[in-house]
């Protein structure tokens, strides 16, 4: 009989750790809530909805490209000291909600080659990912503009850089 009240205490315990968060981020809901400060990133690819044509067909199907064009609405990204366009991009990959696929280059450092699966070549030739901050577009890669907290970060996807 104790043996038997002893496996159903333990199964018990077992069941109801399997229902536990695995840490304190789901409990809060907001992977940034630890932040002092915050900046907006979006991301967006409409212009392939008015080009519609030139989208690689594998793309076509499914939910790859929303009807609206907004990958990411305005999200408050956890900021930290020397962030920039990159690491706040990163740190959206790491708390799963966009994919990110990107390359290094020795002269030019980090570049993204995708953003939920939306890659540069996809949308013709010339297509591909650019940033801007607080809606001006730099001639610096994207790692190497440090942010303020408050700035605007806008992902954009152009059909014809």
């Known amino acids: 009989m104790k043996r038997l009240f002893g496996i159903s205490l333990l ?4 069941l109801f750790a399997g229902c536990q968060p695995a840490d304190n981020e789901s409990l809060a809901g907001d992977p940034w809530a630890d932040f002092e400060n915050h900046v907006t990133v979006s991301v967006y690819c409409s212009t392939v909805l008015d080009n519609w044509d030139a989208l690689d067909p594998a793309l076509q199907e499914g939910d790859y490209i929303p009807q ?3 990958m990411l609405a305005e999200t408050q990204v956890g900021w930290e000291e020397g ?3 990159f690491s706040v991009l990163q740190r959206l990959n790491e708390a799963n909600l ?3 696929d990107y390359g290094s280059d020795a002269s030019m450092g980090p570049y993204v080659e995708g953003i939920n699966y939306l890659y540069n070549g996809n949308c ?3 297509s591909g990912w650019l940033f801007s901050i607080n809606d001006v577009f730099p001639m610096t890669g994207c790692d190497q503009n440090v942010l303020e907290a408050g700035d605007s970060v806008k992902w954009l996807f152009s059909c014809d850089m």
Do not use: K
């Open 68 to 70: 609206d064009g907004v």
């Open 83 to 85: 962030d920039t366009a």
């Open 124 to 126: 013709g030739q010339f």
């Open 98 to 100: 966009i994919t990110l």
């Open 11 to 14: 199964m018990i315990a077992l």
